[in-house]
Structures are given as C-alpha cells and as structure tokens.
C-alpha cells in the first residue's frame, strides 16, 4: 500500500499564504497523477489541484492564480503553494495520489490523513 502524510496546515490571516507538502511512502509503487482535495464542514470534498508525473497541472477554477502545485517525482512528494489566502480557502486539505502498485496491477486512489487550513476573516 501507499502511505500519503501532509503537512504545513495552519492558522493564517487572510491575504496570507501557508505552503503544503505530501510525501508518499511505501515499496514497490509508482504514482502518476498526485495532488490535493479540499472539504469544508458541510460541502463535498473537491479537487483543488493535482500534477501528473509529466507535469501537467489542472486547477480548481477558484484558485487559479493563487495556488501552485509541485512534485518532486524522485521524492514522491507534492507540494501546493497558496498565496492570497481568504476565508473561502478554509478546509481540510486531503493529499491524493493516484497509484499502481506491484502487488495490485491496477490504479488506485490513495490519500492522507488531511491537515487543517484556517484562515481568518
């Protein structure tokens, strides 16, 4: 299996920014796309941005222009970077990845645990 573990959650004011990271863990895998969902109380989990191992980016419409997100292929790691931070961001931000692994010939959806982005307003 694939362990996925955020971290850089926090308490920012509005305006702020606050840099996530991921890193996944485990053998035998290899992740294609990677990258974050969000959920606030009451509303569906929703895709903020993700990265696929060649590098091709898709973004949640309300946060282009503010978010970017990063990997590091040979660290199994993914980063978003949120600039321009306002109350609407407030969620738990949950790490995703997309993986195949040798024992599962077949792509599954692995993710972390969440961390927490509260931001003032």
């Known amino acids: 299996q694939v362990q996925l573990v955020e971290s850089g959650g926090g308490l920012v004011q509005a305006g702020g920014s606050l840099r996530l990271s991921c890193a996944a863990s485990?053998?035998?895998?290899?992740?294609?796309?990677m990258g974050w969902y969000r959920q606030a109380p009451g509303k569906q989990r929703e895709l903020v941005a993700s990265?696929?191992?060649?590098?091709?980016?898709t973004y949640a419409y309300s946060v282009k222009g503010r978010f970017t997100v990063s990997r590091v292929n040979a660290k199994n790691t993914v980063y978003l970077q949120m600039n321009g931070l306002n109350a609407e961001d407030t969620a738990v931000y949950y790490c995703?990845?997309?993986?195949?692994?040798?024992?599962?010939?077949?792509?599954?959806?692995?993710w972390g645990q969440g961390t927490q982005v509260t931001v003032s307003g």
């Open positions: 995703h990845a997309a993986a195949i692994t040798a024992w599962v010939p077949e792509e599954y959806d692995y």
């Open positions: 485990g053998s035998m895998f290899s992740i294609n796309a």
């Open positions: 990265i696929t191992r060649g590098g091709t980016t």
